[in-house]
């Protein structure tokens, strides 16, 4: 499964973006989707997942009631819809692809990795 993330850029604290991730050639059936960004220097961690079944979502904390994910099936995309932007939130953003059934907050349990698209959020 190739995937690509699209939709990051420039924007000022507190705005939006929506960033969508493709997967070529094929639809997101059979796999459960997640999203994880990477700031400068730090980790790659967690940010959103949804089920095989689109039904079960999860979020980390930090970006809970902020950040929505969720999938066009029409469109063969899964989007994560992010509000209320902060500074902090500054990293490059991957969808991911995990045959499992709920996804998972470690990103060792994914399979398919996009290659990233940046958010850029000015204070």
């Known amino acids: 499964v190739q995937l690509q993330a699209f939709g990051g850029g420039l924007v000022q604290a507190g705005g939006s973006l929506r960033l969508s991730c493709a997967a070529s050639g094929r639809s997101f059936s059979g796999y459960a989707m997640g999203w994880f960004r990477q700031a400068p220097g730090s980790e790659r961690e967690f940010v959103a997942t949804?089920?095989?079944?689109?039904?079960?979502?999860s979020y980390a904390d930090s970006v809970k009631g902020r950040f929505t994910i969720s999938i066009d099936d029409a469109k063969n995309t899964v989007s994560l819809q992010m509000n209320s932007l902060k500074p902090e939130d500054t990293a490059v953003y991957y969808c991911?692809?995990?045959?499992?059934?709920?996804?998972?907050?470690?990103?060792?349990?994914?399979?398919?990795w996009g290659q990233g698209t940046l958010v850029t959020v000015s204070s």
């Open positions: 949804l089920s095989q079944t689109g039904l079960t979502k």
């Open positions: 991911a692809a995990s045959r499992s059934m709920f996804g998972s907050i470690r990103s060792r349990e994914y399979d398919y």
